[in-house]
Nanobody, 124 residues
């Protein structure tokens, strides 16, 4: 069973930054295409950003462009999401997701493994 564990969430003020992490113990991490999704109360799960298994392809949602940066450290088996200039609209539970060595995708249905999520709250 694949286990993905997110961390780094918290409560911050508008304009602040956070860096989320997603780790796994599986060596196969380096061959997975990874993504971040988020879900706010009462809303559908929303795509944030995705990064290919080889790191050469990145896809970001419009809401993330210019503010969020997705990256990975294969040696550490960790996916990151650097979030800057946070607003109240970014308040949600953030989940990381993984799929095999395939292209990036913004569809939750394309991802096979999911973490439990980490809460991000942006409030003044």
């Amino acid at each position: 069973q694949v286990q993905l564990v997110e961390s780094g969430g918290g409560t911050v003020q508008p304009g602040d930054s956070l860096r989320l992490s997603c780790t796994t113990s599986r060596r196969a991490f380096s061959s997975w295409t990874m993504a971040w999704f988020r879900q706010a109360p009462g809303k559908d799960r929303e795509f944030v950003a995705a990064l290919s298994w080889y790191g050469g392809a990145i896809q970001s949602a419009d809401a993330a462009k210019g503010r969020f940066t997705i990256s990975r450290d294969n040696a550490a088996r960790t996916l990151y999401l650097q979030m800057d200039s946070l607003t109240s609209e970014d308040t949600a539970v953030y989940h990381c997701a993984a799929r095999g060595p395939m292209s990036v995708s913004d569809s939750p249905a394309e991802y096979e493994w999911w973490g439990q999520g980490t809460q991000v709250t942006v409030s003044s």
